[in-house]
């Protein structure tokens, strides 16, 4: 997994990315960065699965298709979560400044090499 | 109150929690029993019936197999620990019919209480960290094998 913690690494390195983290399906958390203390890795692996899980089944609701990726945004701070293949999800925290474009296009770019790394 | 409950009541509670969870989180459903496993113990040492000595796998194995059969959840519960796999082989599990009827109405088997409280009790007890690794039939119908891989945390 050194792999996988390095490309983590490297994707919270962007500017506006604070914490990144891969779930697996079932809520155990693969591997995971953050430069908030404050935050508790180990804590959000259930709640990552199911609320990347409750918007897949919301789009096949509405018949919109696959899930490819999601963006929430909070009073302090947005949150984008996209698809590992079938087992396993990314997640990534950034600013409320940062650059949204960049932020999604980084993690886009990101995604086959993380799911490759699994 | 009354102190005793018809399966069929519980299977039939069950079979909609589980069916509605499945609708509502779809492949994340597994996620849900891995947040409800640690309640589930506290809840059950509230009961009485508690994990506190657990710690190490074989004291885990007798406590899970003890507490299964007298619940009877199942007939038998054998543990093997193979480096880090513990392996659990499951006799004559009670809620094969449950399983079976939502496996046919396309909901997989996420709530296995089996899994969930061999990996919670891990996780709690022995301070690993463990994660699912198989779940699936074996032997005759009832008889399932579940396989949890133990980390260092």
Known sequence: MAKLKDLLIDLAKVEGINAAVV?????????????????????????????????????????????????????????????????????????????????????KKRCPEIESSL | MAQKIDVRAVEAILYGVYKALHGLVGDSSAAVMRKAAPDILDMLSKLGVDFSCVDNVDKLSAK????????????????????????????????????????????????????????AISEKNLGKRARLKTLEPAGKPGDTKLVVELMDK
């Open chain 2, 64 to 119: 899970v197999r003890e507490t299964a059969v007298d619940a009877g959840l199942c007939e038998n519960m054998q543990f093997t620990i193979n480096g880090n796999e513990l392996t659990a082989e499951i006799t004559q599990c009670s809620f094969f019919p449950l399983t079976a009827k939502l496996k046919e109405d396309g909901v997989p088997p996420f709530g296995c209480p089996f899994a969930a409280l061999t990996i």
């Open chain 1, 23 to 107: 779930v697996g399906r079932d809520g155990f958390v693969i591997e995971g960065v953050s430069d908030n203390s404050s935050m508790d890795i180990e804590a959000v692996g259930a709640v990552i699965s199911t609320g990347i899980g409750s918007a897949e089944m919301m789009g096949r609701e509405l018949a919109v298709g696959v899930m490819t990726q999601a963006l929430v945004e909070y009073k302090n701070g947005i949150l984008v979560t996209s698809l590992l293949g079938r087992d396993a999800v990314l997640a990534a925290v950034a600013d409320l400044s940062a650059n949204l474009g960049n932020v999604r296009y980084q993690i």
